[in-house]
């Protein structure tokens, strides 16, 4: 059956007592059109030659590095025409002696979702994957385990804040047998890196949540689907201007952080009563930038989110910018042409369809966001699943395997990602819950009842793996938080937030308490790790990125000043000693 001809059933209707108002289809102003456009801006900048979509020649003036090795040779090709397995037998001398190998390994490889170590961990590489909705099964979860153990302590794997993993320490030599692996499991790594489309979000509940909305699972998995041409590669959305983030909310707790995607559908009904999505558009986050999504004042169909997602991502394709990499992700555009015109160029691009203007939107703004941690009903009787905590999103080859062999002997073989580095272990029969918990696993590592901190605090990869970090950052993040909870007490969450770098891959901006890396001077001027500190954060329907509040805060220095603002914005009261030595 086509992707596009696909059929949905609209949602049952699911009150709560949770939810008192609904909330605005239109909670942000979009910025006006412009009064004119010329025509010729509207020409699409890029063509399609033999089957891959390449930049016009008089668009080329002034364009990136990155543009310029994209012209040089389509990355994709090595995926499409076998290009891996010749550059995998090279040895890293040979590679290095030549730009155009070089390249292949430092940027087009990321096509195929691999990203050189360069600067730490030369020769190694990251491997992130496509995992639709953060779903995955024991038998991949083994398979992947499997692979970071042969590495040793070069290997592991982590949870990322797009529901995804992401393994550790691969070497080039072994990638061509890895990605036979991932197809024969189900999974791929392709197009999951630089100008493509990230893995597709949903709720990490989807299916199983009594108050969900929409079940997102299906709409992902056409997305990923549609994104990779099934895994086969698909050249005509693997040319993007930058990389594009997109979700599908399910939940009234907006777990899918649709502020932050550059298209985030909606659920709402139509005046006809008819199921569908409202579409927001645009959110980023970059070095020198960080917006929120806006409304396109836009409702599509069930049955069209493909089509949407298809036209959303061919006008950002065709008329984006390539030339400063920090003014190409899509929102740039959207400000360039206006709300209107981006939206008219969609439409455009919809085989003859209009777009009907935006509805009701069916997320409930009044509700209290939940808890997915610990023990919780499903929707399906004598079900529960349960949220346990991963520290920082951190985890090695023989707890991934203790994972898998606890979702076979609890549940149905599958495990839930969630964007805040967590795991949900769902479909456990309520009979099992008991000795579930007992498990050493959940009781010394995985708690399902971590403290009021830890549940919340995410962590970048850092400088321990990552070039571009200027700091270290899980270790760090885990033995901070470790210090404060024994100078202050909290009695409720406060989700705090690291990232090595401005890239903020760690989402500092939706934090309550952020933490972004810098060099800082100390007390006597000598240059050492630092912080700046954003503080305010918000996510879910009333949704406000957070501000900067104290800039090059050395890391050594900062145990007290997070406990000081803990006490000051937080409600947090000191421990007093007993307390303390207890």
């Known amino acids: 059956m086509s992707s596009f001809s696909v059929r949905f059933l609209a949602p049952p209707c699911c009150p709560s007592s949770r939810s008192k108002t609904l909330l605005c289809a239109t909670p942000t102003a979009a910025p006006a059109a412009s009064e004119t456009v010329e025509a010729s801006r509207l020409e699409p900048r890029v063509e399609e030659r033999d089957g891959f979509w390449v930049l016009k020649e008089e668009y080329r003036g002034g364009i990136s590095p990155q543009e310029k090795v994209k012209l040089e040779k389509d990355p994709m090709k090595l995926f499409m025409e076998g290009g891996i397995e010749d550059l995998a037998k090279m040895s890293l001398e040979e590679i290095e ?11 087009r490889l990321k096509w195929l979702g691999l990203f050189h170590r360069r600067k730490h961990h030369y020769g190694r590489f990251m491997m992130r994957l496509k995992l639709p909705n953060g779903v995955t099964t024991s ?60 893995n597709s979000v949903g709720n990490p509940l989807a299916g199983i949540d009594p108050d969900e909305i929409v079940d997102t699972r299906p709409y992902n998995n056409l997305l990923s689907q549609f994104i990779t041409a099934n895994s086969l590669g698909n050249p005509a959305m693997s040319n ?14 907006l777990f899918e952080h649709p502020h932050i995607n550059d298209l985030a559908y909606m659920p709402a009904n139509n005046k006809d009563g008819r199921f569908g999505f409202n579409l927001l558009v645009g959110g980023f986050f970059s070095a020198k930038r960080c917006a929120e999504a806006i409304p396109l004042d836009a409702w599509v169909s069930a049955d069209d989110v493909i089509p949407v997602c298809k036209a959303v991502l061919e006008a950002y394709r ?41 509805q009701e939107d069916l997320v409930k703004k009044q509700w209290e966001r939940r808890d997915y941690l610990g023990v919780h009903p499903q929707k399906q009787e ?25 979702a076979d002997e609890y549940g149905s073989g599958e495990l839930r990602l969630t964007v805040e580095q967590n795991i949900i272990i769902p479909n456990v029969d309520n009979s099992k819950l008991e000795a579930l918990l007992q498990e050493p696993l959940l009781k010394h590592k995985f708690s399902p009842e971590p403290s009021l901190l830890m549940k919340t605090l995410v962590a970048c990869t850092g400088n321990q793996f990552c070039g571009q970090a200027i700091i270290e ?33 760690g989402q500092v901006q939706v934090a309550d308490i952020g933490f972004m890396g810098c060099m800082a001077r100390d007390e006597n001027g000598k240059a050492t790790e630092g912080v700046d ?34 006490v000051k914005h937080f409600g947090a009261v000191q421990r007093n000693r007993e307390e303390v030595e207890d």
């Open 97 to 107: 002696s030549s730009k155009h190998t070089k390249d292949d390994i430092d940027v």
């Open 139 to 198: 038998s991949q979860t083994r398979y992947l385990a499997s692979v970071i153990r042969k590495y040793g302590k070069d290997g592991c794997a982590d949870v990322t804040t797009r529901q995804n993993w992401q393994i550790r320490g691969v070497v080039l030599p072994d990638v061509p047998e890895i990605l036979k692996g991932l197809a024969e499991v189900g999974l791929t790594s392709l197009q999951s890196g630089m100008d493509n489309v990230r």
């Open 382 to 406: 004598g079900l529960s699943y349960v949220g346990i905590h991963i520290p920082v999103g951190r985890i090695q080859a023989d707890e991934m395997d203790e994972l898998a062999l606890l």
């Open 533 to 566: 500190i954003f503080l305010g954060g918000r996510i879910g329907s009333d949704s406000h990125l957070a501000e900067l509040y104290k800039k090059g805060v050395p890391c050594k220095n900062l145990v007290p000043v997070v406990a000081d603002i803990l």
């Open 318 to 358: 065709d008329l984006g910018f390539r030339g400063n990499r920090q003014k190409t992700r899509m929102m740039w555009l959207i400000d360039e042409l206006g709300i209107e015109v981006f939206r008219s160029e969609v439409e455009k691009r919809m085989a003859g369809k209009q777009l009907e203007r935006a």
């Open 240 to 253: 993007l201007p930058r990389k594009w983030n997109v979700c599908v909310v399910g939940s009234h707790d």
């Open 473 to 505: 950052t899980k270790a760090r993040a885990l033995k901070v938080t470790e210090e404060v909870e024994r100078q202050v007490a909290v009695t409720r969450p406060v989700r705090m937030h690291w990232t090595g770098c401005p890239n903020t891959c």
